[in-house]
């Protein structure tokens, strides 16, 4: 299978703890994007990463979250002392960066957070 | 600010023919896409319009009009399995970053 891949698919922590989600990209896509989902809205930025250099964190992220891509292929997306309102869906998309593949992300299966 | 606008929900029904709208307000302009979430499932691509006019995808077709900052999204000869989630998507800014409609709500009736 050469697409996104996310591990774990399911995560139930007790609030206070501290998670690591981590995605396999599509090899050669040199983009990834994280991103939460909750019910019934749409996909909520996290940050970003071209290569190993992550391009942007979104402002409406805590400093609980950080995310790393050390070797430009896959990525670790780290919640430290989880919240209950940090439920919510996780997911990854990649992406190549030429020409209209910019805006053509694949995304991952996803990892639901559930925090007790 | 940037922000795209769609409308929360569309019913249709079974061969009908249904147009989801979506109007951008962007820093830079790189490209309309759409996408199509099924519950429980993730995002998958649908199209993109970099310029203006309709693109054909067999039953789906996009549309973008960049001097109006609007583009559409039209379904035809709906099925039961187009019952979804769809989103709007613009490339913007410096990097190219997705920026993301809230999504519609398609639902379609026998």
């Known amino acids: 299978d050469t697409g996104v891949s996310q591990d774990p698919r399911h995560k139930i922590t007790k609030r206070g703890q501290n998670v690591t989600f981590r995605c396999d990209p599509i090899s050669e896509h040199n983009r990834l994007y994280w991103y939460r989902q909750t019910l019934g809205q749409g996909p909520e930025f996290l940050t970003y990463?071209?290569?190993?250099?992550?391009?942007?964190k979104s402002r409406l992220l805590s400093d609980r979250f950080s995310a790393e891509r050390p070797k430009g292929s896959f990525s670790t997306l780290e919640i430290q002392r989880t919240e209950q309102g940090d439920s919510a869906m996780y997911l990854c998309a990649s992406s190549l960066t030429s020409g209209s593949s910019y805006n053509e992300q694949f995304f991952g299966p996803g990892t639901r957070l559930t925090v007790l | 600010g940037q922000s795209l606008e769609q409308p929360s929900e569309v019913t249709a029904v079974e061969g009908a023919i249904v147009q989801i709208n979506c109007t951008y307000q962007?820093?830079?302009?790189?490209?309309l896409s759409w996408y199509q979430q099924h519950d429980g499932g993730a995002p998958t691509f649908l199209s993109y319009?970099?310029l203006d006019g309709l693109e054909e995808t067999g039953r789906f077709s996009s549309f973008l009009s960049r001097s109006d900052s609007y583009g559409y999204l039209l379904l035809q000869e709906l099925q039961m399995k187009d019952s979804a989630s769809y989103f709007c998507a613009v490339g913007a800014g410096n990097n190219r970053k997705l920026i993301w409609g809230l999504g519609t709500s398609l639902a379609v009736n026998p």
């Open positions: 319009n970099a």
């Open positions: 990463f071209q290569n190993e250099a992550q391009l942007e």
């Open positions: 962007t820093s830079g302009f790189y490209g």
